[in-house]
T-cell receptor, first 113, second 113 residues
Framework: NAGVTQTPKFQVLKTGQSMTLQCAQD?????MYWYRQDPGMGLRLIYY???????DKGEVPNGYNVSRLNKREFSLRLESAAPSQTSVYFC????????????FGPGTRLTVL | DAKTTQPPSMDCAEGRAANLPCNHSTISGNEYVYWYRQIHSQGPQYIIHGLKNNETNEMASLIITEDRKSSTLILPHATLRDTAVYYC??????????????FGKGTKLSVKP
């Protein structure tokens, strides 16, 4: 099992450009998450999907959209990138069953110039 | 805001036990204490969790006080590879928003030779 995979690993954008970050999990988990991490800070939740077909805002959703494409895949879209969105983005999944932990992907390092 | 308070940094000698404290005085009865760590810029990794009893696994031990207002993560024989940021998180044990993780800044543990 690959666990949680993310693409791309690195990306440089110019202000105003758009892009989609991809995330996939092969653990048959119900819930998926997108976080961002700025230097020296903990992770902050952008959006989450408690189950296939549902999405909800987290702590910092402005400037982002998400799509739960199917049970495996959860994408994050930046429609018009801004320098403030320079960050490392982590995707995670969780079975949704009590006591289980979240599994995290390796991250996407995004720089917006 | 994060529901936990941790020291920003700690040092530990290689081979010695590392004891990482966490205060969570507002924890509610159905919330668990979870510990994750983040090595360098990788995705966070689950370590251990508990409700009210002490817990031990192959990575660490978790000691929770009787009033559940604080806990200590113990790495019994720290190695250089345990150098990481350690996050103490309280969360519900269900899916959806109750399963969301709220990260603080964590404790930066430096294991020294």
């Amino acid at each position: 099992n690959a666990g949680v995979t993310q693409t791309p690993k690195f990306q440089v954008l110019k202000t105003g450009q758009s892009m989609t970050l991809q995330c996939a999990q092969d653990m048959n988990h119900n819930s998926m998450y997108w976080y961002r991490q700025d230097p020296g800070m903990g992770l902050r939740l952008i959006y989450y999907s408690a189950s296939e077909g549902t999405t909800d805002k987290g702590e910092v959703p402005n400037g982002y959209n998400v799509s739960r494409l199917n049970k495996r895949e959860f994408s994050l879209r930046l429609e018009s990138a801004a320098p403030s969105q320079t960050s490392v983005y982590f995707c995670a999944s969780y079975s949704g069953v009590s006591y289980n932990e979240q599994f995290f992907g390796p991250g996407t390092r995004l720089t917006v110039l | 805001d994060a529901k936990t308070t941790q020291p920003p940094s700690m040092d530990c000698a290689e081979g010695r036990a590392a004891n990482l404290p966490c205060n969570h005085s507002t924890i509610s009865g159905n919330e668990y204490v979870y510990w994750y760590r983040q090595i360098h810029s990788q995705g966070p990794q689950y370590i251990i969790h508990g409700l009210k009893n002490n817990e031990t696994n192959e990575m660490a031990s978790l000691i929770i006080t009787e009033d559940r207002k604080s806990s200590t993560l113990i790495l019994p024989h720290a190695t250089l590879r345990d150098t990481a940021v350690y996050y103490c998180i309280v969360r519900g044990n269900y899916g959806g928003s109750q399963g969301n993780l709220i990260f603080g800044k964590g404790t930066k543990l430096s294991v020294k030779p």
